[in-house]
Structure formats: structure tokens, C-alpha cells
């Protein structure tokens, strides 16, 4: 079985522009979670879906960042304007429904983004 | 507050050694889940391993095993005869409050095997 698809694996892009990653989480999954990982602050989850409905975005750093699942097969993450400080690896991971709470999450192999 | 803190920023052992990762954990919760995830080089999280608040039983896996005390709020991981394969960066977890799915990582303890 594929795991959880991202692209693009690797983004470079100036200060100021859009930038979207994508996520395709594995199929039967009803969660869907964004995290960032940097040297600084480590892994931080972003925001959350449940069966496409964002459950928690208090993570998401501010306005600049949004996300959207649109159907159960894919989601993605906006920047916009980026800044040199979202230079980040963002990792995308998925969760089936849990039983008794287990939070088992399946990672994608992340997007690693510089914004010069 | 949910906390997670692995303490060991870098670790390095000559192969064959063996090696114990530390993970101490806070939580109010009674109920909650321990997780450990390795990242290699080559980036991705892979996950090794659950446990949940009411089984303190060790567990091993080959020459992974884990160590899981409520007392202390600990979950440490050693892996026996470390092989070089074994570089990564370690990272313990903690499920969040209720059943959100949220994972609080400890900061991660980057292992280094030496031939």
C-alpha cells in the first residue's frame, strides 16, 4: 500500500511569493495532520482533519498560513506571502480512526522549504 | 500542560554498543499514549512503537526495547548492538488531551553509530 504522498519533496522560493504543498494521505484515513519541523522549535502540528473538517488550527502561525482538505484524498497548505522564517520541513501524516484513543500517526516524507 | 523531554541532545556509540534513549513525559491525563519515532537521514518519521498509560509492561522487538515506568514518568528506549543503520534522530511523543489526536514530540535525541 502507498504511504502518505507529498509534494513537491523540496521548495525553493523568494520571499513574498505563494507557496502550496500538497498532501495525499492513505486511503481509508480519516485524519490528517500538518507539522513543521525546524532546528529551532522542533516538530509542531499545525492543524488537523477529521473526515475532511479542520478540527484544531491553533498551531497554523498566523494568517499568512491556510489549509484546506477538499475531499479525503488530498490537502494542502498555503503560504502566503512567504517568508524566509517558514523555511521549514512540513510533514504531512495520517491517522485511521481510533479505537480507544490510539493515535498511531503515518508520516509522509515531507516537503523541505527554503524561502530566500 | 503536556510535556515531553528527552534530555540526551546527541548520543555517539561505537557499533555493537549498546545505548538507552531517555524520555520523561508530563501529563495530567490518565489516560494517554507513548510513542517513539526514528528519522534517518534520508527525512522521514517512521514510527517503532505504542504504549498506552495502563500497560507497563516492557517490551522488545528484536534489539529494540522499551522501558515504561509510571513512577518515574518515563519511557526510554535502548537498543541492544547498535549498528550503524541505527543513526537517526529519536524522537519520543505524547498523545494530547482527550481524543484529538494531537502528539506533543520531545525535542529529539540524535544517535550517532560509529563502525
Not at chain 1, 16 to 28: A, F
Not at chain 1, 50 to 61: A, H, K, L
Not at chain 2, 88 to 102: D, E, I, M, R, W
Amino acid at each position: 500500500d502507498a504511504g502518505v504522498i507529498q509534494s513537491p519533496r523540496h521548495e525553493v522560493t523568494e520571499m513574498g511569493q505563494e507557496v502550496t504543498l500538497r498532501c495525499k494521505p492513505i486511503s481509508g484515513h480519516d485524519y490528517l495532520f500538518w507539522y513543521r519541523q525546524t532546528m529551532m522549535r522542533g516538530l509542531e502540528l499545525l492543524i488537523y482533519f477529521n473526515n475532511n473538517v479542520p478540527i484544531d488550527d491553533s498551531g497554523m502561525p498566523e494568517d499568512r498560513f491556510s489549509a484546506k482538505m477538499p475531499n479525503a484524498s488530498f490537502s494542502t497548505l498555503k503560504i502566503q506571502p512567504s517568508e524566509p522564517r517558514d523555511s521549514a520541513v512540513y510533514f504531512c501524516a495520517s491517522s485511521p480512526t481510533r479505537q480507544l484513543s490510539s493515535y498511531e500517526q503515518y508520516f509522509g516524507p515531507g516537503t523541505r522549504l527554503t524561502v530566500t | 500542560a503536556q510535556k515531553v523531554t528527552q534530555a540526551q541532545t546527541e548520543i555517539s556509540v561505537v557499533e555493537k554498543e549498546d545505548v538507552t534513549l531517555d524520555c520523561v513525559y508530563e501529563t495530567r491525563d490518565t489516560t494517554y499514549y507513548l510513542f517513539w519515532y526514528k528519522q534517518p537521514p534520508s527525512g522521514e518519521l517512521v514510527f517503532l512503537i505504542r504504549r498506552n498509560s495502563f500497560d507497563e509492561q516492557n517490551e522488545i522487538s528484536g534489539r529494540y526495547s522499551w522501558n515504561f515506568q509510571k513512577s518515574t514518568s518515563s519511557f526510554n528506549f535502548t537498543i541492544t548492538a547498535s549498528q550503524v543503520v541505527d543513526s537517526a534522530v529519536y524522537f519520543c511523543a505524547l498523545s494530547g488531551s482527550g481524543n484529538t489526536g494531537k502528539l506533543i514530540f520531545g525535542q529529539g535525541t540524535t544517535l550517532q553509530v560509529k563502525p
